[in-house]
């Protein structure tokens, strides 16, 4: 019950901030503030409740949804899912607040859609039937369509669309192959269901059909991840995208596709998948260098850091296809990391923009000076996006290169190249702005209390995460082994 | 008696007379009775199909019955419209009658 | 046929009967209200009949006809659209300065005719019910008869009308020949018995034809777009929904057993696979151009019927229920479309370009949300009850192993988001600053009636309910 409530709460949330616009934009905004923060509450609480190790599953709810087809309203939690949750928490709280002055028209359905998306994503993280999956999968697309369509900059038409059709297309691939699983499932066990850990019962192991299955569920998620040759859609997105839809892109979106890699593609076809990791192995490293040495030709901020998290995100897929429980904890760090300190680096870029009206980082030099705090806080999230010792990427990236070295040298030697090309970009982004010689009309204007706020909360949670790992990892642990195991792994 | 074979034959070559008037005439009236030339080469078939073949059923009687009603019913409301057009337009030339793109 | 058989025909018999009620009430007094009202209580005892009917299923009535559950759930959907064509017309007509009495009249026999075609069993009735339906609709396009446009579609469709309706008719006497009978069970007997027989063969291939072109599939698609655009709106509802779900439903009483039985690569299931491809194909990629919202739902409805031939070629028991919750949806989901631009057009004045709508959501919210979950359905978004439709199609391809229309679909299918998106960004742009008076000024004539608004707003909580909770349905689609 508790986690329908989790999905519940910014679902009608989102409705009532709708609603709230008659009474002015601030009920909408604390509305919108109010809901998340108690999703995050209700998060942290079951953290708080449920201490880690022992037992996988710490929650679960199922409901018959569409009996005839074996549909069912099945949701679940285990440690790892809980961290996403809680990611999404401190997210949503983030894009609400970094919206508070940005947003200024249509302000209801702006919240509408922004909770709506947290509440896909949330749904995402808590569903254990496809089918309910993949419709969570799609709820978040819309409303993140609308949130670029509508609020975007320039662009936001085209980027919107092409955006909105490479992960629909994808998902629908998606949807062929969890299609397909659970008829051939159906076919050969005569059970026909959609839910997951019933699935898991009855592994298809190198059934011939199963390939093509296996890259149905892995072209949905490494669009959305994205990996290499399928990323194209994300610069746009993200440059286009409103502060609050970037934060949402970059903190929760791409980690959906890990999520899923994790969760699904790699547990329900463990056989195929393994054959197929010299291929994601090479894509994930393809993925580290070509977005490092990307952002490096970047002059837009926004899209330098949409480059970035390309080649952070290659360094997910390398964890992810190691097969390896040190490589996925890694992974798990990464992703909670990633997400804080991307979010946080795209909250800064709408502030750079909201004080010089650009962008383009050639214009923006001498801000060190005219703006101290602003400089310092951007200074400390690229270096935690460089992966400095001490903070969180850094521990992520290390433990997932640690795992794969002991299964794949090679392709961990490699994209250990990453870690140098991102120290290149992260310091040259910070030369451009900050100590460049001064550009004209600069506003001078530094943070304000409440983007400090904001900030601060992101610095202590990646502060913790670099520094202190030990209980997110004590949480993930089991869920991490348990979706390693062998399909027998077990149900709730 | 003429073999089944030729009647077929020959309400083919109507039906495709019709459709061929339908397609090269352009006067909205013509096309009309293209139509109605394809109508009657269906009888035809029903009849000759009864005669040869089932001289025993009434089912092709009726066809022919129902489809010689309905046929007197489309064609009149088929030139109320074509009047219509005229008025309109002041043509029946399809060609000259062309709002709509495509 | 027995007294005891006339119930089951009471769905069908109340709007009949109420079309000559209609006519002899016309003869005392022409009021256009009375006429809508008369032709919506007869709607509305049809459906009520219906709910009264289902219980005693799956019988034929005569040779004629049968009234099976998928007769009953086809009669739902095609009553349900009559009626709400009629409200729509209600409030799209009322600035018409001539006689809007006979549209109510003909609208009651054109649903009675797509009604016949649903629940035939014999070619006799099948030719009836779909002259019924063809003629009714050739003089509802060219109504508004001041409306050079509506004129020029209705002698389009007249003449291929006309045209298709020879060619199920010469069909149906090839077959007759070739089997010396009319209904369509000795049809499958003999269709399964000798499946090379070529007068046979010939013959339905010939009805596929004009089957073909009621559906719009592709290589008789060529009406549509004009037709559509041309059409008074409430009359291109009604060729939208009601004459493509009567055809729908026709192919697959007449053929859909005949797919079963026959193997994989039967020469019909080769025809049938080439029209879905080539319906899907084309119908997307033609969309993508259109700027005129009612061509765009055109193609759109092309490509649509090609996703409903995906599940009727996999048939089975996937595609029984497929095929009919795949309707309910789509023609829930038009209905949705057209009812909204209905509601803010006049015969002489419609809305039909995709610029027209441009900032609709900021002037209307109610309707530019409508027409948004409108186009998600159709585009198959989920939660939405296009989305199962889909995603029941796709069940019943992928079991019967129809790999290339299943990949096909969802290629396709991508492709027309963008289409699809178009629209929906138009809806949420702002009217451009700076050249305000460009987006011409959407006027709504006068204030929502409520009937209207009740339908509108009926369409929206089916549009989710069919999306979100299915089982009720299924339910009664389990087809004996």
Known sequence: ?492 | MVPFAWIILVSILLFALGAIALITRRNAVAALMGVELMLNAANLNFVAAWRYYYPDHLDAQVAVLLVITIAAAEAAVGLAIILNLYRRFGTVDLDQIRLMRG | MTWADLPALYPMLIPAATAVLLLLTLTVRRDARLAAGVAMAGFIAGLLALAASAAELSHPVTMLLTVDRFAVVFWGILLFAGLLVSVFAVGYFRTLREPREEFYLLWLLAVVGAMVMAASAHFAAFFLGLELLSVSLYVLIAYPRMQSRAVEAGVKYLILAGASSAFVLFGMALTYAATGTLTFAELFTHLTLFPGDVLLLGGVVMILVGVGFKLALVPFHFWTPDVYEGAPLPVTAAVATVSKGAAFALLTRLLLGVIQAQPGHSTLAVIFTLLALASMIVGNLLALAQGNLKRLLAYSSIANMGYALTAFIAGGDAARVAIPYFFAGYIVAVLAAFGVMTQLSTPEHELQEVEDYRGLAWRYPWSAALLTVALLSLAGIPLTAGFLGKFFVLTAGMAAGRWTLVVTLVLTSGLGLYYYLRVITALYQAPLEGEQPTPPPLHLPHRLSVLTGLALAVLAALLLLLGVYPSPVLHLLAWP
Request: glycine share 10%; net charge neutral.
């Open chain 1, 1 to 492: 019950m508790i986690l329908l409530a989790l999905i519940l709460i910014p679902l009608l949330g989102g409705l009532l901030a709708w609603w709230a616009e008659r009474f002015g934009t601030r009920a909408t905004r604390w509305v919108a503030l109010v809901a998340t923060v108690l999703q995050l509450g209700v998060a942290a609480g079951i953290w708080a409740v449920h201490p880690g190790g022992g037992q996988t599953w710490w929650l679960d709810y199922a409901r018959p949804w569409i009996p005839q087809f074996g549909i069912g309203l099945h949701l679940a939690l285990d440690g790892f899912s809980l961290l996403l949750v809680l990611l999404t928490g401190v997210i949503g709280v983030l894009s609400v607040a970094a919206s508070w002055e940005g947003i200024t028209v249509k302000v209801g359905f702006f919240h509408f859609n922004l909770l709506w998306t947290l509440a896909g994503i949330t749904g995402i993280f808590l569903s254990f039937d496809l089918f309910l999956f993949y419709v969570c999968w799609e709820v978040m697309l819309v409303p993140l369509y609308f949130l670029i369509d509508v609020w975007g900059h320039e662009e936001r038409h085209f980027a919107a669309k092409k955006f909105f059709i490479f992960t629909q297309t994808a998902g629908l691939f998606l949807l062929l192959g969890m299609l397909g699983l659970v008829l051939t499932v159906a076919a050969r066990f005569h059970v026909l269901t959609f839910d997951y850990f019933t699935l898991m019962q009855h592994p298809l192991g190198l059934y011939p059909l199963a390939r093509w299955l296996m890259l149905g569920f892995f072209l949905a998620f490494a669009v959305k991840l994205p990996a290499v040759p399928l990323h194209t859609w994300l610069p746009d997105a993200h440059t286009q995208a409103p502060v609050a839809g970037s934060v949402d892109l970059a903190g929760l979106v791409l980690k959906v596709g890990a999520y899923g890699l994790m969760r699904l593609t790699l547990p329900l076809f463990p056989e195929i998948s393994r054959a197929f990791a010299p291929i994601a192995l090479t894509l994930a490293v393809l993925g580290i260098l070509y977005g490092a040495v990307l952002a490096f030709a970047q002059t837009d901020l926004k899209r330098l850091v949409a480059y970035t998290s390309i080649s952070h995100m290659g360094f997910v897929l390398l964890g992810i296809f190691s097969f390896n429980t040190m490589a996925w904890l890694g992974v798990t760090i990464i992703l909670l990391a990633h997400g804080l300190s991307t979010g946080a680096l795209f909250i800064f870029v709408g502030i750079l923009n909201d004080r010089v009206k650009t962008r383009d980082i050639t214009r923006m030099g001498g801000l060190w000076a005219r703006a101290p705090i602003l400089g310092g806080l951007t200074l400390f999230f690229a270096l935690a996006a460089l992966g400095l010792p001490g903070l969180g990427t850094f521990v992520g990236e290390l433990l997932v290169l640690q795992g794969t070295f002991l299964v794949q040298p090679l392709f961990a030697v490699l994209a250990s190249l990453g870690f140098i090309l991102s120290s290149i970009y992260a310091l040259w982004m910070l030369q451009r702005v900050f100590f460049g010689p001064p550009a004209p009309h600069v506003e001078a204007r530094d943070v304000k209390p409440h983007e400090t706020a904001m900030l601060a909360a992101a610095i202590a949670l990646t502060l913790w995460l670099g520094l202190y790992p030990q209980p997110m990892l004590d949480t993930a642990r089991a869920g991490v082994a348990q979706m390693l195991s062998t399909p027998e792994g077990g149900t709730p």
